[in-house]
C-alpha cells in the first residue's frame, strides 16, 4: 500500500511534499511545545535561585533543602504512568493544558512557605501536578515523527531545559536583588510569583491552540495528513509487537532504559538544583553574577543538543551518540569537584558537565520510543522517565546530606561522576537494531 502510494505520487515529489508537511508540523507544535516546557522548568528549578535567600531566612539546612528539593521527584514518580495513559486516552490538548494550570498554581504557592514541612508538602505536589508533562509530550511527538525525524525535534524540545537556566537564571538573579522586600516580600518569594504566570497563561492557549492528532487539525493539507499518518503506521508495524500497555512493564528492556535514564537523570538534577551552589562556593557572591554565570554551561549544551542529534539523525547511530556524552558529563562533575575556590576551571568543568548530561538526555528519548507503539509507549515512556527520575530525589537529596556532613560537594560529585559513567556502559547492552532508526 505504501509502495503504491510512492509509486503513485513519484519518489522525488513524494519526498517534497513530506518536507513541506513535516515543516508545517515542527512549525506548528515544537515552538509552542517548547515554550511549553520552558516554562515547566522555569517553576520546577527555580528553587535552586531561591535558596541562595530562603535558607538563611527561614534557618533551613542543606539536607532540609535537598530533601525538599528532591522530594518533588515522589508526587512525579507516583503519578507519572497514571497521568501518560490518561493522556493517550483523553488526548493531549486537554491533558497538558491541565498538567500546566495545576502546577502554576502549586508553583505560586510557594511563596507561602515558613516551615520545612510546608516547603515538603508543596514541592511534593508539585511533582504530581507536573507528573506526565515531559513523557506525555515526548508521546505526542510520536503520533506525529518517524524515528528517523525525532531524534534532532527531541532535541530542540529539550533545548528549553538550557534556555530556562540562560534566562532564568540571570532573571531570577535580578528578582532576588531587585524584588527584595517589595510590598513586605522577599526575593525568593517574588521570585515563585512572577515565575508562575507563563505557566498560567499558556495552560489556557494549550486548550485553544493544540491538536490531539494528525487527522483532526485543519492546517494540513489532506495530502500532508495522509503521508504522516503512513510514516508512522509503517514504523509502528516495525515495534515486535510491544503496543499492548503490559508490554510496557513485561518488557526487561524497558527496566533496563529505567536504570540508564536513572544514571543520567542524576547528572541532569546535580546540575539543576545545584548549579548556583556550586558557582557560589568558588567565591562568587551576587546573585545576578551567579545568574549570569549559570548561562554559560548552558549556552554550549543547546549547541551540542542540536549538534549531536542532527548527525545521530543522519548516521542513524544512538547508542555512542548517547554513551560519549555520558563520559563527558562524568569528567565534568570530576573536574568540578577537583576546581575548588578556582571559579574559572570550575565553570570550564560545569561547562562539560551541563553539555555532556543535557546532550545524553536528548539522545537516550530516541531508544524508548524505537521499540514501544501505541498504548505500551504511553506506558513505557511514562515508566522510563518515572524510574529516572527517582534520581532527582536521591541526587538532590544525597548532595544535600553529604554537604552537611562534610562540608564540601566533591565527594557527592565523584560519586555521581561514578554512576553516569556506568549509565553510559549499560547502554552497550541494548541491542542496536533496536534503536538505531
Known sequence: MVGASIAGLGLEPRLEAEERAYRKVTMRIVPFLFICYLAAYLDRVNVGFAKLQMLTELNFSETIYGFGAGIFFLGYVLFEVPSNIIMHRVGARLWIARIMLTWGLISGAMVFVHTPLSFYVLRFLLGMAEAGFIPGVLLYLTYWYPANRRGRITAIFLT???????????????????????????????????????????????????????????????????????????????????????SAFKTGRVWLLGLIYFCIASGIYIISFWLPTLIKQTGVADPLQIGLLTALPYIVAIIAMITVNGHADRARERRWHTIIPCLVTAAGLIVTALAGSNTLVAMAGLILATAGASTAQSSFWTFPAAFLGGAAAAA???????????????????????????????????????LIAIGGALILTIPGRLVNK
Open 160 to 246: 528549553a531545559i538550557p534556555m530556562a537556566s540562560i534566562f532564568g537564571g540571570p532573571l531570577s538573579g535580578w528578582i532576588l536583588n531587585e524584588a527584595s522586600g517589595a510590598h513586605g516580600l522577599s526575593g525568593w518569594q517574588w521570585l515563585f510569583l512572577a515565575e508562575t504566570i507563563p505557566s498560567l497563561i499558556l495552560g489556557i492557549v494549550t486548550l485553544f491552540y493544540l491538536d490531539d492528532r494528525v487527522a483532526s487539525v485543519k492546517w494540513l493539507a489532506d495530502e500532508e495528513k495522509r503521508l504522516i499518518v503512513e510514516n508512522i503506521a509503517r514504523e509502528d508495524k516495525e515495534k515486535e509487537g510491544f503496543s499492548e500497555l503490559s
Open 380 to 418: 513505557g515512556i511514562a515508566l522510563v522517565n518515572s524510574l529516572g527520575n527517582i534520581a532527582g530525589f536521591a541526587s538532590t537529596f544525597l548532595v544535600g546530606w553529604m554537604k552537611d556532613l562534610t562540608q564540601s560537594t566533591s565527594a557527592s560529585l565523584y560519586l555521581f561522576a561514578a
